[in-house]
């Protein structure tokens, strides 16, 4: 089975920083690679689907790339509403795998 | 409105058994994968079990096959989850959530029910 992870798990950033959350896999995957957005006690939010789709409504600051192993979200800006914990999520043969997690906290 | 609305969460014992269940409204129930995802107590998103929009077509995850049973009632817009033999690392809250159409990602979730296993 494929494996995600995620690093960092918990990142310290300020209002207007750049952030750059890393989701790699334990082997090389296609292009079903999506990220969510959680804020405490509430349920996943899409943000970026295919590795680099942008959902609608959701702010042209985040953006995703990569390919192979390594897959990146960025957030160009980060704001007020952005601190939360993302999840990077694969698809596979009718199996979801998601990473574990990174969680963007005030500095 | 577009939602989700789980219920069905509480309190069972270890080998207990509990449903879950999901209401769908806003859009058209019957086009689209249903899935089940959970997130234990501090912990990340955990897929559990997705079926296809007609209900011919189920998958589950290695952690709950031969336990859980995912089925669906297009008539009702409703899913469900069906738990037997529970463990008490089955507690979590349990998301509904609608597969996009290329069933490779999820666009909707519910809000969770909570499901505790504990003697």
């Known amino acids: 089975d494929i494996q995600m992870t995620q690093s960092p798990s918990t990142l310290s950033a300020s209002v207007g920083d750049r952030v750059i959350i890393t989701c790699r896999a334990s082997?090389?995957?296609?292009?079903?690679l999506a990220w969510y957005q959680q804020k405490p006690g509430k349920a996943p939010k899409l943000l970026i689907s295919r590795v680099s789709t942008l959902e609608s409504g959701v702010p042209s600051r985040f953006s995703g790339s990569g390919s192979g192993t390594e897959f990146t979200l960025t957030i160009s800006g980060l704001q007020p509403d952005d601190f939360a914990t993302y999840h990077c999520?694969?698809?596979?043969?009718?199996?979801?795998?998601f990473g574990q997690g990174t969680k963007v906290e005030v500095k | 409105e577009v939602q989700l609305l789980e219920s069905g969460g509480g309190l069972k014992q270890p080998g207990g058994s509990l449903r879950l269940s999901c209401a769908a409204s806003?859009?058209?129930?019957?086009?689209?994968?249903m899935s089940w995802v959970r997130q234990a107590p501090g912990k990340g998103l955990e897929w559990v079990s997705t079926?296809?929009?007609?209900?011919?077509?189920?998958y589950y995850a290695d952690s709950v096959k031969g336990r859980f049973t995912i089925s669906r009632d297009n008539s009702k817009n409703t899913l469900y989850l069906q738990m037997n033999s529970l463990r008490t690392d089955d507690t979590a809250l349990y998301y509904c959530?609608?597969?996009?159409?290329?069933?490779?990602?999820?666009?909707?979730w519910g809000q969770g029910t909570l499901m505790t296993v504990s003697s």
């Open positions: 999520q694969h698809y596979d043969s009718y199996s979801w795998t």
């Open positions: 082997q090389s995957i296609s292009s079903w």
């Open positions: 806003g859009f058209t129930f019957s086009s689209h994968a």
């Open positions: 959530a609608k597969a996009a159409s290329t069933v490779t990602f999820f666009d909707l």
């Open positions: 079926i296809s929009g007609r209900g011919v077509m189920t």
